[in-house]
C-alpha cells in the first residue's frame, strides 16, 4: 500500500537554529506523508555536527560583502517543482563561519546548528535567517547548494536577533560579525496548491501536461507493473473556499512507486486515468471520492490496514508522471513478494518454535533443580 500518513514535523534538537524556527511553526501548512526520508551525509562524512573544529578550509569567507550561491548538485525537475515563497521544503543544512584566530589558515568552526537530521520550514515565515531562506528559493527535490553571506544577512539581522531573543538563546553563542557559509539540501518540495473548483469534481477529469502518441499495445492493462513518480492532495471543507490543498501521498525520481495494474493497489481514479496513458505521460488526475477513498474496494482495504490518512468524503487531485509499463511483469513481481512473505512467515515460526523450545528446556531444567 501506498498510502502515507503525517509528513514529519520540526523537532529542534539544538539551540541556535532551532531558536530561528521556532517562531512561526505553527504557521506551517499540514501536509500529510508517513516517513521524515533518511539523513544525507553529504558533508564528508563529517563527526562534528553540533559545532566545533571539522577541518574544513574556506578562504573565502575572508571576505564575504554579498550574498552569493553555489549549486553544488542539480536535480532534474520541472520548473513548476522549485521552491518559492509559501511552499513548506523539507531541508537539511549545515553552517560555519571563520574566527578571527584562524584568518591565516582559513580553518572554520562549525555553526552550533541541529544534529545530523532534516527540517521542514515554509519559505516566506522567517524561520530561517535570511541569506539562508534566499538560498532555498528555487531549489527542488535533491538540489543541494552552498551559500555564502555576510553576517547582516545572518545573525545581525534583525530578524534573527529577534528570534533568539524569544527562545532566550544568548547573543554570545556567535561572534559578532561572523560571515557565514551554509551547506543546504533539499529533501522534499511541498508545493502550495490551490485548486477552488475540486469540491465540483463528480467524474475523473484529466488533464495532460505532457502528451505521449501511445500505441493499443503500450497502454497497461491488468497484471502489467506501472512504474510513477507522483504527488497526492487532498482538501477540506474548512478549505473549501479558498481551495487551498494538503498534500498526503509522494514519490519521487530517485524512488519511484511501482504497483500491478488492475489489483486495486491505487485509488480507483488513477488506474481510470492511466488506462488510457503510456510511457512518458504526464498529467493532473482530479476524481470524486466515490473514485477515491470512499471506494467499497479501498473502504474494505483500510479495515485491514488501519487509519485512512484523509477523510474518506475528501476529493483527491494527484499529479502523475507515467515512467514505465512492463507487461505482464506485475504478475511476477505478485509471486516473488508472495515467496518472499512465505518464506519470512517460515521463519518466524521456526524461530518462535526454537524460542519456546528453550523456554520448555528451562523450566524442565528448574523443576529438576528444585526436585534435587
Keep these: 500500500r501506498h498510502f502515507p500518513g503525517p ?5 529542534c534538537t539544538a539551540a541556535l537554529l532551532c531558536a530561528l524556527l521556532v517562531a512561526g511553526q505553527d504557521e506551517q501548512p499540514a501536509p ?5 526520508p533518511p539523513p544525507i551525509d553529504f558533508i564528508n562524512d563529517d563527526p562534528l555536527r553540533n559545532g566545533g573544529d571539522d577541518g574544513t578550509v574556506d578562504f573565502k569567507l575572508l571576505d564575504v560583502t554579498e550574498w552569493s550561491i553555489e549549486t553544488l548538485v542539480k536535480a532534474e525537475c520541472d520548473e513548476s517543482e522549485r521552491a ?12 560555519w563561519y571563520l574566527p578571527k584566530k584562524n584568518k591565516k589558515t582559513g580553518r572554520l568552526l562549525k555553526v552550533p546548528v541541529q544534529k545530523n537530521e532534516a527540517i521542514t520550514i515554509k519559505l516566506g515565515g522567517q524561520q530561517l535567517m535570511p541569506g539562508m531562506e534566499r538560498g532555498i528559493v528555487g531549489m527542488c527535490q535533491g538540489d543541494k547548494v552552498r551559500v555564502y553571506f555576510p553576517p547582516s ?7 534573527t536577533q529577534k528570534r533568539m531573543s524569544e527562545a532566550g538563546v544568548e547573543k554570545k553563542i556567535m561572534p559578532k560579525g561572523a560571515a557565514l557559509r551554509f551547506d543546504i539540501v533539499a529533501y522534499d518540495v511541498h508545493k502550495l496548491i490551490v485548486d477552488p473548483s475540486l469540491f465540483e469534481v463528480l467524474e ?6 505532457k502528451r505521449q502518441s501511445c500505441k493499443a499495445e503500450d497502454l497497461p492493462v491488468h497484471g502489467d507493473l506501472v512504474t510513477m513518480v507522483h504527488r497526492g492532495y487532498y482538501t477540506t471543507q474548512a478549505n473549501s473556499e479558498s481551495g487551498l490543498l494538503h498534500q498526503f501521498d509522494q514519490s519521487s525520481p530517485a524512488q519511484p512507486f ?3 495494474f488492475g489489483e486495486m493497489q491505487v485509488l480507483p481514479g488513477i488506474e481510470i486515468a492511466l488506462k488510457k496513458l503510456c510511457a512518458g505521460s504526464k498529467v493532473t ?22 487509519e485512512m490518512p484523509v477523510p474518506a468524503w475528501a476529493p483527491i487531485r494527484y499529479t502523475i508522471q507515467l515512467q514505465s509499463v512492463e507487461r505482464g511483469a506485475g504478475f511476477e513481481k505478485m509471486k516473488r513478494e508472495d515467496a518472499e512473505r512465505e518464506e519470512q512467515e517460515a521463519a518466524e515460526r521456526q524461530a518462535a518454535a526454537k524460542k519456546k523450545g528453550k523456554k520448555k528446556k528451562a523450566r524442565k531444567a528448574a523443576q529438576a533443580k528444585e526436585e534435587l
Excluded: Y
Design 32 to 36: 500529510r506523508q508517513e516517513e521524515q
Design 84 to 95: 518559492v515563497v509559501g511552499d513548506s521544503v523539507m531541508i537539511e543544512a549545515h553552517g
Design 153 to 159: 544577512l545572518g545573525f545581525d539581522h534583525p530578524i
Design 285 to 306: 488526475v482530479r476524481m470524486p471520492p466515490e473514485e477515491a477513498f470512499e471506494h467499497p474496494s479501498i473502504k474494505r482495504k483500510f479495515k485491514e490496514w488501519g
Design 7 to 11: 509528513m514529519p514535523q520540526l523537532r
Design 258 to 260: 511501482s504497483f500491478v
Design 204 to 209: 475523473v477529469e484529466v488533464e495532460h501536461h
